[in-house]
């Protein structure tokens, strides 16, 4: 007879049906399932079958195998399980064979109290529950162990691997970064390059602008934060100035009309709105709003003036204007007749602690480009009454009002100087004509073919 229960069982061996039955009813209502056996030898065949066998309570008087016998026995089959033997006080010898032989803990006297019985089985279920979690929790630490061990032992190579997987990831991750850099600069290339496409004054403007104000922030040790931020927003200054028409950007801003002057006036700001949209970019459209600002307050479009202009686009304002001051001249001293010009403005529109950072910028970017072959002479500013037969024009010649007269690079004889200087007798011009005188020891040599007018 079984009852059904949880993961652990008990079994009761007696040859006497009213004791089993009594230990049955004794045991009904506990948790753990109860087989019984009416000999050893059953006992025995049933035990085989059966799993979890928490405790074994047998008698010890039955014939053919006594409780001795059978608990010695059962030792074999269910080694962990818990035996208790059911006996008489006539039976201490067999008693004390019982617990020497059959591994029995403790003995139970007849007649018993229901009440002790119960309290004993129960201990030996929970000892033998105790005992298994034992077990189990020893495999843990072995299977740990072993694992520890085999950690240990294979240390240094799994390190290695998983450094060489990591310094892998990384160095696929700094090309990836690289990569998504390229591509942003090229973006922001492409998008200065729109201004510069349809300005023909303004050839390399932007990537000038932008070298110029990288050199100096890099000089002045700027947060490379800074320096990226200040490189994006001197690529894009300009961007603004799409809004602008094909004429208006042709002609000088002291020479536009109020519509034009108004567009060219906007045109910070409408920068800065055409990037906003960019969360990335919004730092920089920050400096390209500001960059005509002025050190005495007098730029726009707000008017700031001193510290409240931002570092960056003080840095831009003063690289733009010398980028432009550059196309005012040629020659070997081209560098430093900007520079000269600029230093007019100096505390008026550029702030004075940014001058001297821009002159080694100006002369890494441009020394090259001036003092090629072509360019072997010293560029003058002079009156259109002060010109001389030989002297070369270093840019093309403008009247006044816009019309062409002659190219850059032509060489002036009689007839030219005398149309010019009628010309501008007629359509006088601001400022002077700027022309080339050779060097000591180079001749101007690309000569354009001498134009008559």
Not at 81 to 100: E, H, P, Y
Not at 125 to 136: G, K, M
Not at 299 to 318: C, S, V
């Amino acid at each position: 007879m079984t009852t059904m229960h949880d993961d652990v069982s008990v079994l009761i061996v007696d040859d006497e049906p009213n004791v089993l039955n009594s230990l049955l009813r004794l045991l009904r209502r506990d948790t753990f399932s109860v087989s019984s056996a009416a000999s050893g030898q059953e006992a025995l065949e049933k035990l085989a079958g059966l799993k979890n066998v928490a405790l074994i309570l047998s008698d010890q008087r039955m014939p053919g195998m006594n409780g001795s016998e059978f608990l010695h026995k059962s030792q074999a089959v269910s080694p962990d399980s818990i035996r208790m033997l059911l006996t008489g006080f006539s039976d201490i010898q067999d008693t004390v064979k019982a617990m020497n032989e059959g591994g029995a803990t403790r003995y139970i006297a007849k007649p018993w109290q229901d009440d002790e019985l119960l309290q004993t089985i129960h201990d030996g279920v929970a000892r033998y529950r105790l005992q298994q979690e034992n077990y189990h929790q020893q495999e843990v630490i072995k299977t740990q162990n072993e694992e520890l061990q085999s950690w240990n032992s294979n240390l240094k190579e799994r390190v290695l691997v998983q450094t060489t997987q990591i310094r892998k990831q990384l160095e696929e991750l700094q090309q990836m970064s690289l990569r998504q850099e390229e591509k942003y600069y090229g973006v922001i290339a492409a998008l200065a390059a729109l201004i510069d496409l349809r300005d023909t004054r303004s050839r390399l403007h932007a990537a000038n602008t932008a070298a110029l104000s990288v050199s100096i922030a890099t000089s002045m040790r700027l947060p490379k934060k800074d320096v990226e931020t200040i490189r994006t927003a001197a690529l894009l200054h300009d961007i603004g100035k799409n809004a602008m028409s094909d004429v208006a950007l042709a002609i000088d801003e002291d020479d536009l009309v109020e519509e034009d002057r108004r567009h060219f006036y906007e045109h910070p700001v409408l920068g800065q709105t055409a990037i906003d949209t960019i969360e990335e970019l919004r730092p920089a459209g920050i400096l390209i709003r500001h960059h005509h600002e002025r050190f005495d307050g007098s730029g726009f479009p707000d008017g700031l003036a001193g510290d409240a202009i931002p570092p960056g686009a003080a840095i831009i304002a003063l690289a733009d204007r010398c980028d432009r001051e550059m196309n005012f001249h040629r020659g070997v001293n081209a560098v430093d007749m900007a520079l000269e010009e600029l230093s007019a403005q100096i505390g008026s529109s550029f702030p004075p602690e940014l001058f001297p950072y821009l002159s080694q910028a100006a002369h890494d970017l441009y020394d090259s480009r001036c003092k090629n072959s072509s360019d072997a002479f010293t560029e003058l500013n002079i009156d259109p009454s002060k010109l001389l037969v030989g002297m070369i024009l270093t840019r093309d010649l403008f009247s006044a009002s816009g019309l062409f007269l002659l190219g850059n690079g032509t060489e002036l004889n009689y007839d030219n100087i005398c149309s010019l200087q009628r010309i501008f007798a007629l359509d006088p011009l601001r400022g002077g004509i700027h022309v080339g005188i050779a060097t000591a020891d180079h001749r101007p040599i690309h000569k354009k073919k001498e134009q008559t007018l």
